[in-house]
């Protein structure tokens, strides 16, 4: 009933950018959180960040200053600016959203099926 489908993920050298997209389709009544997390091979998922429905704003400590995460409501949509990037950050990205269906009473977990970063020189 609900699908995250994310974009711009790719490979990228150190010092560079990329732009993650997470557009979501559905069934939806309202988005609540969406959220980034990653998660790099053989470490756990952890949150990147997060922002609400108002625009308010959560970060990783070590990405703080170098991300941006921002969303358009009228799109279901959010993004993540990824600037000044590290091989540290290499991970597979996955976009998350608390979602209320129509007809529905209750929000629910949804998620994305995962973008790769790389960042190698």
């Known amino acids: 009933q609900v699908q995250l489908v994310e974009s711009g993920g790719g490979l990228v050298q150190p010092g560079g950018s990329l732009r993650l997209s997470c557009a979501a389709s559905?069934?939806?009544?309202?988005?609540?959180?969406m959220n980034w997390y990653r998660q790099a091979p053989g470490k756990q998922r952890e949150l990147v960040a997060g922002?609400?429905?108002?625009?308010?704003?959560n970060y990783l400590d070590s990405v703080k200053g170098r991300f941006t995460i921002s969303r358009d409501n009228a799109k279901n949509t959010a993004y993540l600016q990824m600037n000044s990037l590290e091989p540290e950050d290499t991970a597979i990205y996955y976009c998350?959203?608390?979602?209320?269906?129509?007809?529905?009473?209750?929000?629910?977990?949804?998620w994305g099926q995962g973008t790769q970063v790389t960042v190698s020189s």
């Open positions: 559905g069934n939806i009544f309202r988005i609540y959180a």
């Open positions: 998350h959203a608390v979602i209320r269906l129509q007809g529905g009473l209750q929000s629910s977990n949804y």
């Open positions: 922002v609400t429905v108002s625009g308010a704003a």
